[in-house]
């Protein structure tokens, strides 16, 4: 099974930017879809986006829809979260998640262990 782990968490004022990563290790990431996830405290877990094995497809919750980008270097076995203008209400932990489309959660085989973003006001 592949394991995942994120970087690039951290705090930033609001309109600022971070990018995550999301490095895979031990089973070829080859052929996996990956997502994007997050949690801010007391509210569950929903999708920020998700990118095809190829890239060609990918996918963004309403949300972060001209502010995040979604993207991945299978040579590297890695995928991105490229986040700009951020805002408060982005605060939360965001995971990485490995499976197959939709990234639906019967779908998702793998997460990471989450990073930390906070978005100062």
């Known amino acids: 099974q592949v394991q995942l782990v994120e970087s690039g968490g951290g705090l930033v004022q609001a309109g600022g930017s971070l990018r995550l990563s999301c490095a895979a290790s031990g089973r070829t990431f080859t052929g996996y879809a990956m997502g994007w996830f997050r949690q801010a405290p007391g509210k569950e877990r929903e999708i920020v986006g998700a990118?095809?094995?190829?890239?060609?497809?990918?996918y963004y919750a309403d949300s972060v829809k001209g502010r995040f980008t979604i993207s991945r270097d299978n040579a590297k076995n890695t995928v991105y979260l490229q986040m700009n203008s951020l805002k408060p209400e982005d605060t939360a932990i965001y995971y990485c998640?490995?499976?197959?489309?939709?990234?639906?959660?019967?779908?998702?085989?793998?997460w990471g262990q989450g990073t930390q973003v906070t978005v100062s006001s």
């Open positions: 998640a490995a499976g197959r489309l939709p990234m639906a959660a019967r779908n998702i085989d793998t």
């Open positions: 990118i095809g094995w190829s890239a060609g497809i990918t």
